[in-house]
């Protein structure tokens, strides 16, 4: 989606505005070394908090999707389908999936701009554009990767509403 930085200018952000009824909510999809690596993200970016008890957990209107390392190279099976041949090699990437919204509760610096706009800026603007696959790109920035998610094919994407 095209958006605009603070001065006007135009960019590419890697997130999806969706409408869920008549809500919006707006998906991002990252992928870093490890989950401790993107839970520090959430933290710092306010899509995580931490409780009483040191425990991590969704701010408000935002929903974690935790999905890991995916496959890279599926495993090769036997014609039994059931014997691994060879086993299927994951990424290095550990990804997460963050759903905010409803998009009118949440943040908007003190200028009204939209938090997840800002954020996608500094991902676009101060991070190198990387083609992780022939189709799939992300934006990088201190080692951190926000996905092109509209490249990515997967059989179905459910979300508890």
Not at 45 to 53: A, F, G, I, K, P
Not at 73 to 89: F, H, M, N, R
Request: aromatic content about 6%; charged content about 25%; overall charge negative.
């Amino acid at each position: 989606m095209i958006i605009q930085d603070k001065n006007g200018d135009s960019f590419e952000a890697f997130a999806e505005v969706t409408p869920t009824g008549a809500l919006e909510v707006i998906d991002f999809m990252v992928s870093a070394p490890s989950r401790e690596i993107l839970e520090q993200v959430a933290l710092a970016s306010n899509l995580m908090v931490q409780d009483e008890d040191g425990n991590l957990r969704d701010a408000p209107n935002c929903v974690s999707s935790w999905i890991g390392h995916p496959v890279e190279v599926a495993a090769v099976l036997d014609a039994d389908g059931e014997t691994v041949i060879t086993p299927a090699i994951l990424s290095p990437d550990y990804l997460v999936n963050w759903r905010l919204g409803p998009r009118e509760r949440l943040g908007r610096d003190e200028d009204g701009f939209e938090l997840w706009q800002l954020t996608c800026a500094a991902w676009a603007l101060q991070g190198v554009t990387v083609q992780l696959t022939d189709t799939l790109r992300a934006y990088e920035l201190n080692g951190v990767r926000q996905i092109d998610c509209k490249a990515v094919q997967t059989p179905l994407r459910v979300w508890a509403e």
